[in-house]
């Protein structure tokens, strides 16, 4: 059955430093999204992209934040100088007909 | 603005004891209703999509149904291993087109 993978399911990282999260959707989607989910709380929408575009984003979704489809199979999230609120759990999800979540970065800021 | 609450947050049920998870929502045109499991450090799993009031499916020992203003997951005699935390989101036709909603979910624990 075809999934969504990410890479990697753990990250540390220092305040200010940049960290790029990956994601590889599943192969026949159009639609890619990145989600964050805070110890506790809910799925937080951040970022929608379609045909190589943003579509929609989040307030979340500042400037810290950029997404890139880089080839024809990988999906990546950079945010750019991390804060300690960023520490989350960040999902990335693909859709065809059905939204499908891959297994989660969890990051770690210190 | 909420536009999904889900009930009650946490259900701790006897194994075989059935019952109901409640989703409302608010949305301005609802383009889909999703049910999702989540165990703890994992992703979100999708169980149903629901479209249209009165609509229904099943999947094993649960069961989710949908009205204008909610939808329900019914779980019949459930098992210890049907225990996680379960989220419902709708997409709204009059927002931007592709974003989910997410309720903060019930965590429902089954004791043997």
């Known amino acids: 059955e075809p999934e969504v993978t990410q890479t990697p399911s753990h990250q540390v990282t220092q305040m200010g430093q940049e960290v790029i999260l990956r994601c590889v959707p599943i192969s026949n989607h159009l639609y890619f999204y990145w989600y964050r989910q805070i110890l506790g709380q809910k799925v937080e929408f951040l970022v929608s992209?379609?045909?190589?575009?943003?579509?929609?984003k989040s307030e979340i979704f500042d400037d810290q934040f950029s997404v890139e489809r880089p080839d024809g199979s990988n999906f990546t999230l950079k945010i750019r100088s991390t804060k300690l609120e960023d520490s989350a759990m960040y999902f990335c999800?693909?859709?065809?007909?059905?939204?499908?979540f891959g297994p989660g970065t969890r990051l770690l800021v210190l | 603005e909420d536009q999904v609450t889900q009930s009650p947050e946490a259900l701790r049920l006897q194994e075989g004891e059935s019952s109901s998870l409640n989703c409302s929502y608010t949305v301005s045109g609802l383009r889909g209703l999703f049910w999702y499991r989540q165990d703890p450090g994992k992703g979100p799993e999708f169980l149903f999509t629901l479209y249209s009031a009165g609509e229904e499916k099943e999947k094993e020992r649960l069961k989710a149904t949908l009205t204008k203003k909610e939808s329900f997951l019914h779980i019949t005699a459930p098992k210890p291993e049907d225990s996680a935390t379960y989220l419902c989101a709708v997409r709204d036709s009059l927002r931007a087109g592709n974003q989910f909603y997410f309720g903060t979910g019930t965590s429902l624990t089954v004791i043997p």
């Open positions: 992209f379609y045909n190589n575009e943003i579509s929609e």
């Open positions: 999800a693909s859709r065809g007909e059905t939204q499908y």
